[in-house]
T-cell receptor, first 112, second 113 residues
Framework: NAGVTQTPKFQVLKTGQSMTLQCAQDMNHNSMYWYRQDPGMGLRLIYYSASEGTTDKGEVPNGYNVSRLNKREFSLRLESAAPSQTSVYFC???????????FGQGTRLTVV | KQEVTQIPAALSVPEGENLVLNCSFTDSAIYNLQWFRQDPGKGLTSLLLIQSSQREQTSGRLNASLDKSSGRSTLYIAASQPGDSATYLCAVGPPTGTYKYIFGTGTRLKVLA
């Protein structure tokens, strides 16, 4: 049972380049989340998907787009990367609101 | 706006000591609260989830309590071990329907052998 799987684990982009971070969960969870973690700022919610077919903005959505491809997969796209998007990105999922969240291992992104 | 604070930011204790980690939140209208552990360079691992109707949850050497009226949760770790060294984060779940969990910035724990 893999849980939440994120790819890639590391990525270096040049300013202006685009990329998609992939996330897949095999626990049949309904809701999925994308967070970024920055030193001193904790985890901040970028986007979430409460259920298949729906997505909503979190605290810091600017510069990002998401797609809930199916119940298993939730991708995060950076259309034109900026140095301010250098961060560690985490995907998470949970079955329902009153159940615990499970996190992937993270993607360390550097934009130069 | 809900704010979640964890103090202290860092803590060093000798092996075997019992310790308490604190999580404070400003809005008592919460749905649940979850404690996580994060090892360096890794993702978050769920430790305990407390529903708003519960006062505490226990798992092995860990015990988490919740006092909504005072806006506090504590994570008690009994007989600490070097393997407990990690960053501990709490996340507060908002009232039903929003999914926007708010995280504290964590307490970095080091247990000395």
């Amino acid at each position: 049972n893999a849980g939440v799987t994120q790819t890639p684990k590391f990525q270096v982009l040049k300013t202006g380049q685009s990329m998609t971070l992939q996330c897949a969960q095999d626990m049949n969870h309904n809701s999925m989340y994308w967070y970024r973690q920055d030193p001193g700022m904790g985890l901040r919610l970028i986007y979430y998907s409460a259920s298949e077919g729906t997505t909503d903005k979190g605290e810091v959505p600017n510069g990002y787009n998401v797609s809930r491809l199916n119940k298993r997969e939730f991708s995060l796209r950076l259309e034109s990367a900026a140095p301010s998007q250098t961060s560690v990105y985490f995907c998470a999922s949970r079955h329902r609101e009153n159940t615990e969240a499970f996190f992937g291992q993270g993607t360390r992104l550097t934009v130069v | 706006k809900q704010e979640v604070t964890q103090i202290p930011a860092a803590l060093s204790v000798p092996e075997g000591e019992n310790l308490v980690l604190n999580c404070s939140f400003t809005d008592s209208a919460i749905y649940n609260l979850q404690w996580f552990r994060q090892d360096p360079g890794k993702g978050l691992t769920s430790l305990l989830l407390i529903q708003s109707s519960q006062r505490e949850q226990t798992s092995g050497r860990l015990n988490a309590s919740l006092d909504k009226s005072s806006g506090r949760s504590t994570l008690y770790i009994a007989a600490s071990q070097p393997g407990d060294s990690a960053t501990y984060l709490c996340a507060v779940g908002p009232p039903t329907g929003t999914y926007k969990y708010i995280f504290g910035t964590g307490t970095r724990l080091k247990v000395l052998a």
